[in-house]
């Protein structure tokens, strides 16, 4: 299993950026196979926004939503993983949680943090 810290949420107004990175710390972090971003709306289900699949040469896949807005890079010296978020959208306005899975039996995530962005 792996721990995971988000930061880097807060409130901006529509069309501004911000970047959440997510550090990975834990004895399995080596062995990560897929990490990346989800977010929950509230009233709504939690969904995919951006993930690299470490397994697969680091292959990145987007929310169809957030496709050419936002970016997933990820820095494997310091077990980051970051999501720059531009051209922000109220709708975009969520908690965002950071993801990892270490198949066959991991699935963690981090607290979340809380983006907001105001019209």
């Known amino acids: 299993q792996v721990q995971l810290v988000e930061s880097g949420g807060g409130l901006v107004q529509a069309g501004g950026s911000l970047r959440l990175s997510c550090v990975a710390s834990g004895s399995t972090v080596s062995s990560i196979n897929v990490i990346g971003w989800h977010r929950q709306a509230p009233g709504k289900e939690r969904e995919l926004v951006a993930i690299?699949?470490?397994?697969?040469?680091?292959?990145?896949k987007y929310a169809d939503s957030v496709k050419g807005r936002f970016a997933i890079s990820r820095d494997s010296a310091k077990n980051t993983v970051y999501l720059q978020m531009n051209s922000l959208k109220p709708e975009d306005t969520a908690v965002y949680y950071c993801?990892?899975?270490?198949?066959?039996?991991?699935?963690?995530w981090g607290q979340g943090t809380q983006v907001t962005v105001s019209s």
């Open positions: 993801n990892a899975k270490t198949w066959p039996l991991y699935n963690d």
């Open positions: 690299i699949n470490i397994s697969s040469g680091g292959s990145r």
